[in-house]
């Protein structure tokens, strides 16, 4: 079949001819949503700029700023904008988001700012590469850009978490501090305490937003004005957040969890959304007329709308099989250690060892040992041989996380690498990984109130989340037909989990067991 003008390539992969017919069909039959799960190398990113070129404007939604990267790399035609911080002042040795001209103070050199001409650029094209957080932020409350006729989202799985990110509150006694606002937290004396220091806090900050707002003016110093435009900034974040809160909590729209925490700024109290379904078409779903949903893992489709608040019949969901040879990509499950809470401490040693076993197996070859914490990560890293031990990469924290992977994906040796935290958007094709491992049975951790609450009401969800890492670490190395890896899945619990998830498991996940 010859390609349409609109598609980007001379040629089309297998299932994408079929996918974009389909998609096409159910939005001219009126379906609002077209989900399309697709697994990795199918071509998602093709299908998404296609039907975007094809429709009168665009957005395409990626989950992180290296992916809108690589989409405007591959399709120059598409505007890239990201958030102001991303782009550097011309007049001031900052970056855009702290430049002079958001104090009233411009420059002949502010009319080629490169975030403006960014911006412009990208409300002017037909398709606008953006990332979720800038999206709902720019969308919801910085205003500039319309409605348009077409939503794509990549990694459409992780849409739920970019909105439960986005509509959080956390309130941290250090940080009213540094806006001015000296106010101790109420005791924890129950959840609608902390509704009620919410509900008093918000004409507070409102106060203090409008009072810094006046004095922008008798500032003389250049720097402190700036300062001060930065804590105005997040007082009005603040105050647009706890006012979605109280009118959703007040409603019954959305229920909420409270946690206390302690930090570097201090005690603080985190609301978090247990669902974000009542969210979605205000938030996200509202700024376009229909929307094109892509992923690896949709796995389980009612659970996945359900949790996103669209209704069945308004959706058609599409699946591409996979095209890479099976005997490539083989997934031997070998039982190793039993890593429930009960077991963790006592088994972990012979974790380590199964570990210590591959890797003298894969001898010459890079690999990733996906460990699921950073317990895990730091004794498996502290407890292989000699023999073994040089060639790990690993990292403590988030922060040293970027650093990592540099390492590994840079080092001409035969590296390992270890973490708890690169299930996705990470790409270890050929000889950046010729094996991996899955330590753990990846359950989402029931110590997070948000989690247990979302699982107590729906266990469906819990499953889903689970399996949808499985899948999402497994895609990590191999990336093309041609390419080839082996994923060992080591939890002694996963003979048992892979036959209870059998109806989320993808055909081509299940034909790759060994």
Same mark, same amino acid.
């Given at each position: 079949?010859?390609?349409?003008?609109?598609?980007?390539?001379?040629?089309?992969?297998?299932?994408?001819?079929?996918?974009?017919?389909?998609?096409?069909?159910?939005?001219?039959?009126?379906?609002?949503?077209?989900?399309v799960e697709a697994p990795t190398g199918a071509g998602k990113s093709a299908v998404a700029v296609t039907l975007a070129r094809e429709a009168p404007s665009a957005f395409i939604i990626t989950n992180q700023k290296i992916l809108q990267d690589q989409y405007v790399q591959d399709f120059p035609d598409l505007a890239l904008l990201k958030g102001r911080a991303n782009y550097d002042c011309l007049v001031a040795p900052t970056h855009a988001g702290a430049a002079p001209c958001t104090v009233g103070q411009r420059f002949p050199a502010c009319d080629e700012c490169p975030y403006f001409t960014a911006k412009d650029v990208a409300m002017a094209a037909n398709v606008a590469a953006l990332n979720y957080a800038y999206f709902l932020a720019e969308l919801n409350y910085s @205003?500039?850009?319309?409605?348009?006729?077409?939503?794509?989202?990549?990694?459409?799985?992780?849409?739920?978490?970019?909105?439960?990110?986005?509509?959080?509150?956390?309130?941290?006694?250090?940080? =009213?501090?540094?806006? @001015?606002?000296?106010?101790?937290?109420?005791?924890?004396?129950? *959840?609608?305490?902390?509704?009620?220091?919410?509900? =008093?806090?918000?004409?507070?900050?409102?106060?203090?937003?409008?009072?810094?707002?006046? @004095?922008?003016?008798?500032?003389?110093?250049?720097?402190?004005?700036?300062?001060?435009?930065?804590?105005?900034?997040?007082?009005?974040?603040?105050?647009?957040?706890?006012?979605?809160?109280?009118?959703?909590?007040?409603?019954?729209?959305?229920?909420?969890?409270?946690?206390?925490?302690?930090?570097?700024?201090?005690?603080?109290?985190?609301?978090?959304?247990?669902?974000?379904?009542?969210?979605?078409?205000?938030?996200?779903?509202?700024?376009?007329?229909?929307?094109?949903?892509?992923?690896?893992?949709?796995?389980?489709?009612?659970?996945?709308?359900?949790?996103?608040?669209?209704?069945?019949?308004?959706?058609?969901?599409?699946?591409?099989?996979?095209?890479?040879?099976?005997?490539?990509?083989?997934?031997?499950?070998?039982?190793?250690?039993?890593?429930?809470?009960? &077991?963790?401490?006592?088994?972990?040693? =012979?974790?380590?060892?199964?570990?210590?076993?591959?890797?003298?197996?894969?001898?010459?070859?890079? @690999?990733?040992?996906?460990?699921?914490?950073?317990?895990?990560?730091?004794?498996?890293?502290?407890?292989?041989?000699?023999?073994?031990?040089?060639?790990?990469?690993?990292?403590?924290?988030?922060?040293?996380?970027?650093?990592?992977?540099?390492?590994?994906?840079?080092?001409?040796?035969?590296?390992?690498?270890?973490?708890?935290?690169?299930?996705?958007?990470?790409?270890?094709?050929? *000889?950046?990984?010729?094996?991996?491992?899955?330590?753990?049975?990846?359950?989402? &951790?029931?110590?997070?109130?948000?989690?247990?609450?979302?699982?107590? #009401?729906? #266990? *469906?969800?819990?499953?889903?989340?689970?399996?949808?890492?499985? $899948?999402?670490? &497994?895609?990590?190395? $191999?990336?093309?037909?041609?390419?080839?890896?082996?994923? &060992?899945?080591?939890?002694?619990?996963?003979?048992?989990?892979?036959?209870?998830?059998?109806?989320?498991?993808?055909?081509?996940?299940?034909?790759?067991?060994?």
């Open positions: 079949m010859v390609p349409s003008a609109s598609f980007p390539f001379p040629d089309y992969r297998p299932g994408q001819a079929e996918a974009l017919e389909r998609a096409r069909e159910a939005f001219a039959e009126g379906k609002r949503f077209v989900i @205003g500039g850009f319309s409605s348009r006729d077409l939503l794509v989202l990549d990694e459409a799985h992780n849409a739920e978490g970019a909105l439960m990110n986005f509509v959080q509150v956390v309130i941290a006694e250090g940080a =009213l501090l540094r806006a @001015g606002l000296q106010r101790a937290l109420p005791p924890d004396l129950g *959840d609608e305490l902390a509704f009620e220091f919410a509900e =008093l806090l918000l004409p507070e900050l409102r106060a203090r937003a409008t009072e810094l707002e006046r @004095g922008f003016k008798d500032v003389g110093n250049e720097d402190v004005a700036l300062q001060q435009l930065r804590v105005k900034q997040w007082l009005d974040g603040q105050a647009e957040r706890i006012m979605l809160l109280l009118d959703s909590h007040g409603a019954g729209e959305v229920d909420w969890v409270v946690e206390r925490r302690r930090g570097h700024d201090g005690p603080s109290i985190v609301f978090k959304p247990v669902e974000v379904a009542a969210l979605a078409e205000p938030y996200l779903f509202g700024h376009a007329r229909r929307v094109l949903m892509l992923s690896a893992t949709i796995l389980d489709a009612r659970t996945f709308l359900r949790s996103l608040g669209i209704d069945e019949d308004e959706a058609e969901v599409i699946s591409v099989p996979s095209s890479f040879p099976p005997e490539n990509r083989p997934i031997v499950v070998r039982p190793a250690a039993r890593l429930t809470r009960h &077991y963790l401490d006592r088994d972990l040693p =012979l974790l380590a060892q199964a570990v210590n076993h591959l890797a003298l197996q894969h001898e010459y070859e890079k @690999g990733v040992v996906h460990a699921h914490s950073y317990k895990i990560a730091g004794f498996v890293a502290k407890h292989l041989s000699s023999e073994v031990a040089w060639r790990v990469v690993t990292h403590e924290t988030a922060a040293g996380r970027d650093a990592a992977l540099a390492k590994h994906l840079s080092s001409p040796e035969p590296t390992i690498l270890v973490t708890p935290s690169m299930t996705e958007g990470i790409d270890l094709a050929e *000889d950046l990984a010729r094996w991996q491992v899955l330590c753990k049975v990846p359950y989402p &951790y029931l110590g997070d109130k948000q989690v247990a609450a979302r699982m107590e #009401r729906d #266990r *469906d969800w819990y499953d889903w989340r689970t399996t949808l890492s499985v $899948v999402q670490a &497994y895609g990590r190395s $191999v990336r093309s037909e041609t390419d080839s890896a082996v994923t &060992y899945l080591l939890d002694a619990d996963f003979p048992n989990f892979l036959k209870r998830q059998q109806r989320r498991l993808p055909d081509w996940f299940v034909e790759a067991l060994v």
